[in-house]
């Protein structure tokens, strides 16, 4: 089993910044995919941003130069550098991992229990 610890949300004001974390601790061979995702209110959840395990990065179009993702394979971490935040930015972001336990297993996925951001004057 994999457990996902997030941590960084909270209350901030337009334009100010937050970085978000989560943990995966485990049964982990290898995270080929790490990515962070959000829900906001009566919205779908959408894609925020994803990195894989060599670093490549890909991010939704609506947060594109102000996001960052990056990710430390020794620590089994994922973070989220969140600058120029807008009130529509806020939403709850989860934490999306897929995970080998073997060399020879196929991936699973896991989820974070979401972490809430609220982006308010």
């Known amino acids: 089993q994999v457990q996902l610890v997030e941590s960084g949300g909270g209350l901030v004001q337009p334009g100010g910044s937050l970085r978000l974390s989560c943990a995966a601790s485990g049964n982990i061979f290898s995270i080929d995919v790490m990515a962070w995702y959000r829900q906001a209110p009566e919205k779908q959840r959408e894609l925020v941003a994803t990195?894989?395990?060599?670093?490549?990065?890909n991010y939704a179009d609506s947060v594109k130069g102000r996001f960052t993702i990056s990710r430390d394979n020794a620590k089994n971490t994922v973070y989220l550098r969140m600058n120029n935040l807008k009130p529509e930015d806020t939403a709850v972001y989860y934490c999306y991992v897929q995970v080998r336990r073997s060399v020879i297993s196929s991936s699973s996925e896991y989820w974070g229990q979401g972490t809430q951001v609220t982006v308010s004057s």
């Open positions: 990195i894989i395990s060599r670093g490549a990065t």
